[in-house]
């Protein structure tokens, strides 16, 4: 049991709890009930909810939404073409975003699958440096598709410090 201020008035049974709590003008809250004992608190229940939903609103503020966005292609798509919806996905890649590139074969265009999958191997050529695949280039239907997401920076310490010495040389 803990007290509106914060401090600890140790394990009591629950009529007790209630009556304290009654006495003060506040409520028992059970505030952990996985603990054993369970915790519970004297405090007022309305602020404790304000509070509550407070941090929940604090947290979505936070949180980042990843959309995934789309460029198609058709199997005799033209260089132009092809650069200038590359540099597309290069730029939503490097805003955080995902990006799936899809063909799109229409009729005889089926029998020539490995043109959409060169296409799809010189994008995922061009975007390795801002974007790593996903799902692995695969049919759906007259489709076929990839996605990349942006490439995620290692971050911890986990190699040498730039103003660290360079390691000896075993020979």
């Given at each position: 049991?803990?007290?509106?201020?914060?401090?600890?008035?140790?394990?009591?049974?629950?009529?007790?709890?209630?009556?304290?709590?009654?006495?003060?003008?506040?409520?028992?809250?059970?505030?952990?009930?996985?603990?054993?004992?369970?915790?519970?608190?004297?405090?007022?229940?309305?602020?404790?909810?304000?509070?509550?939903?407070?941090?929940?609103?604090?947290?979505?503020?936070?949180?980042?939404?990843?959309?995934?966005?789309?460029?198609?292609?058709?199997?005799?798509?033209?260089?132009?073409?092809?650069?200038?919806?590359?540099?597309?996905?290069?730029e939503w890649l490097?805003d955080g975003d995902?990006?799936?590139?899809?063909?799109?074969?229409?009729?005889?265009?089926?029998?020539?699958?490995?043109?959409?999958?060169?296409?799809?191997?010189?994008?995922?050529?061009?975007?390795?440096?801002?974007?790593?695949?996903?799902?692995?280039?695969?049919?759906?239907?007259?489709?076929?598709?990839?996605?990349?997401?942006?490439?995620?920076?290692?971050?911890?310490?986990?190699?040498?410090?730039?103003?660290?010495?360079?390691?000896?040389?075993?020979?």
């Open positions: 049991m803990i007290g509106e201020e914060g401090e600890q008035l140790g394990v009591m049974d629950v009529r007790d709890a209630v009556r304290a709590a009654r006495e003060k003008g506040l409520d028992l809250v059970e505030v952990a009930p996985n603990a054993d004992p369970p915790v519970c608190r004297i405090i007022d229940f309305g602020k404790f909810q304000y509070e509550a939903k407070k941090k929940a609103n604090e947290a979505k503020k936070k949180q980042v939404t990843i959309t995934v966005k789309e460029v198609k292609f058709r199997p005799g798509t033209d260089d132009h073409d092809y650069e200038y919806r590359m540099k597309h996905a290069r490097q995902k990006v799936k590139a899809t063909i799109w074969f229409r009729g005889r265009e089926m029998t020539h699958r490995e043109l959409g999958a060169r296409i799809l191997e010189k994008l995922e050529q061009d975007l390795q440096d801002v974007g790593e695949v996903e799902a692995r280039p695969r049919m759906e239907g007259n489709q076929m598709f990839i996605i990349f997401g942006p490439k995620r920076h290692k971050s911890g310490g986990g190699g040498p410090r730039p103003d660290a010495p360079p390691p000896p040389v075993n020979q």
